[in-house]
């Protein structure tokens, strides 16, 4: 086990050292264009000149990447032109609020799908499993936005019941993330419902469920004994990859309902040219995505011992 972690470990390593060279030449290799993003298509080339000169961008290429990567590494990520403050101040809270509201879609969708999921491959083809298959398809179809305008429209505008927008002036505010998460969870829950089902249904047709049932064990034993626990390394693979989808993939939802999260703020970073909040969330995003990938290899092993050997 230690060694496949130090393997996992050095591989995160190189994935990222490898994403921050395509970065920094896909960004930083033009010195002049940094220089105009910085300081506008009206300034002069005096005055582009020295700002280059001051922020290190006339020494060698590998010195500016290394310097670049140190200051990464220890958090300094530059000033943000869009918001005129350091980049970790606009950063973190948007990381933060993102994970909020991360963790309730998945305290709703997780259960619900996994739930459901396992229903409807323990009794694959009946009228239980054509139904969930159908409402998962169904609310799986429907974007993001459209599902947004739906429920707005329904609780919002109609039964007046919440609120349409989560910018959360006040102070954070539960309520305020209750359409948020609706939306979350309705376009992502059929998904992960639909693997976990697919998964189920494999596994009990497995020789060694039918072997388990014919000796007479309780059927809620084989289930859960047995079955669950293989059923489950598909579903856990796929929850893994929702985390980055949620980190940088809900800008609709985070837009929609004016959430200051990861995904507006990548948004706003991206239509303003803030090069230097750009890089900050772009390393930000690849590093939960190797070490989520990094969590569910190290998961597996518990699900299925023999992976461990493997």
Avoid at 117 to 122: D, T
Avoid at 168 to 192: A, C, N, R, T, W
Avoid at 265 to 285: H, K, P, R, T, W
């Amino acid at each position: 086990m230690i060694v496949f972690l130090a393997k996992r470990l050095g591989f995160m390593v190189v994935t990222m050292i490898v994403v921050s060279i395509l970065l920094f030449l896909l960004l930083e290799i033009d010195a002049e264009n940094v220089a105009v993003s910085v300081l506008g298509p009206y300034s002069n080339d005096e005055q582009r000149h020295l700002w280059l000169e001051a922020h290190g961008y006339f020494e060698p290429l590998w010195w500016r990447y290394g310097t670049w990567l140190m200051n990464f590494a220890s958090g300094e990520f530059g000033q943000s032109i869009r918001f005129n403050v350091p980049v970790a101040e606009v950063l973190w809270p948007r990381l933060w609020n993102t994970a909020i509201l991360g963790f309730w879609t998945f305290a709703v969708m997780i259960p619900l799908s996994l739930m459901l999921g396992i229903l409807a491959g323990m009794r694959e083809g009946s009228k239980l499993d054509r139904s969930i298959s159908v409402t998962s398809i169904t609310t799986t179809s429907i974007p993001e936005f459209a599902s947004a305008v739906f429920l707005s429209a329904i609780f919002v505008f109609w039964l007046k019941l919440l609120p349409g927008t989560s910018g959360m002036s006040s102070g954070f505010e539960f309520k305020q993330l209750i359409l948020p998460v609706m939306v979350l969870v309705l376009y992502d829950f059929g998904y992960v419902t639909r693997m976990t089902r697919a998964s189920m249904a494999e596994v009990m047709t497995q020789p060694y469920i039918r072997t388990a049932v014919l000796k007479g064990l309780p059927y809620k034993h084989v289930i859960l004994r047995h079955a669950l626990r293989n059923a489950l390394i598909t579903p856990f693979t796929v929850i893994m990859l929702q985390i980055n989808w949620l980190l940088s993939g809900v800008i609709v939802v985070e837009f929609f309902f004016a959430y200051k999260g990861f995904g507006a703020l990548l948004l706003e970073a991206s239509l303003n040219g803030d090069i230097f909040l750009i890089e900050a969330c772009a390393m930000v995003a690849v590093f939960v995505a190797v070490t989520t990938q990094t969590i569910a290899d190290v998961g597996y092993t518990y699900l299925n011992p023999r992976i461990r050997f493997a």
